[in-house]
């Protein structure tokens, strides 16, 4: 089972930018597939991105998409999440989450993840 910590959350204006980091621990980092997901106050959790085992494909929700970028390093056992142009509605915390992937290229659906870090809160002022 691999076990997820984020790092790099911190409060940005808006239009600034800034550098999630998820640290997977564990050998079997590189069979999963990875994501980020986000929680505001009150809100449900909602996806923000996927990028498959090989780190060769990706998807990214609309309200990102162009904006931030998912990346992995596999030798690292890091995810990434490089977020440029943040607006205030991107406050929340951020968590990053794992799922198995057979196949290398496959990026799961957001209801298949299923481990989940503790999170790092991103916050856009105004």
């Known amino acids: 089972q691999v076990q997820l910590v984020e790092s790099g959350g911190g409060l940005v204006q808006t239009g600034g930018s800034l550098r999630l980091s998820c640290a997977a621990s564990g050998r079997t980092f590189s069979t999963n597939a990875m994501g980020w997901f986000r929680q505001a106050p009150g809100k449900e959790r909602e996806f923000v991105a996927a990028?498959?085992?090989?780190?060769?494909?990706?998807s990214y929700a609309d309200s990102v998409k162009g904006r931030f970028t998912i990346s992995r390093d596999n030798a690292k056992n890091t995810v990434n999440l490089e977020m440029n142009s943040l607006k205030p509605e991107d406050t929340a915390v951020y968590s990053c989450?794992?799922?198995?992937?057979?196949?290398?290229?496959?990026?799961?659906?957001?209801?298949?993840?299923?481990?989940w870090g503790r999170g790092t809160q991103v916050t856009v002022s105004s």
């Open positions: 990028i498959s085992k090989s780190g060769g494909s990706t």
């Open positions: 989450a794992s799922r198995f992937a057979l196949r290398s290229e496959y990026v799961p659906a957001p209801s298949e993840f299923g481990s």
